[in-house]
């Protein structure tokens, strides 16, 4: 079994660091090439737009479930810290289980959407299911990084009661 978390782990960190990674080189290449031409050869570069917009979502897309592994997500927690351990669970579950059973809810239509789907991009003629194939990739993250942040706020707060009351006792 810890093989297999080790593999996990691997392509996750394959596809939510080294593609975003590179989708970033794409990105800022393709930005400084279109700035360039633009000024030095005084003509637009039409397909450096459309990388870079591409770029940009696709590390979204293939970012967003190494940020919710490290928990590094973009929170506001001004009144998270000053509530009691038991409200930072109960707060912790349901934000999570929310965001798991909305991604669950939402995953079958949206990826029927997608099949149908017959747009293709202005510029590069990609087919929007190829545009849009990380979107799932995101989508399965988190839902199963939600599902372990659960487990982990639930295993966190059983640590905390067993060591206060271990510190209550001495």
């Known amino acids: ?7 996990v782990k ?11 990674c590179i989708l970033f080189l794409a ?7 279109t700035v360039a031409y633009r000024y030095i050869a ?9 990388v870079a917009i591409l770029a940009y979502m696709w590390i979204m897309f293939f970012g967003c ?8 997500h973009v929170v506001f927690s001004l009144v998270y810290d000053v509530v009691s351990p038991v409200v930072k669970l109960a707060m912790k579950v349901v934000y999570n289980a929310v ?10 239509p949206c990826l029927k959407a ?20 990380p979107f ?4 399965l993250n988190i839902i199963v990084y939600s599902v372990i942040n659960i487990r982990k706020a639930l295993d966190d707060y059983k640590a905390s009661g067993s060591q206060g009351s271990k510190e209550a006792s001495v």
């Open 1 to 7: 079994m810890e093989s297999f978390k080790n593999v």
């Open 10 to 20: 691997k392509i996750n960190n394959i596809i939510g660091v080294l593609f975003p």
């Open 27 to 33: 990105l800022f290449f393709s930005f400084v090439i």
């Open 42 to 50: 005084g003509k637009s570069v039409v397909w450096g737009n459309e």
């Open 65 to 72: 479930g190494k940020a919710m592994e490290n928990d590094e």
């Open 99 to 108: 965001l798991a059973i909305l991604m669950v809810i939402c995953f079958q």
């Open 114 to 133: 997608l099949l149908a789907s017959t747009q293709i991009t202005g510029v590069l003629k990609l087919p929007y299911t190829v545009v849009f194939a």
């Open 136 to 139: 799932f990739w995101m989508m």
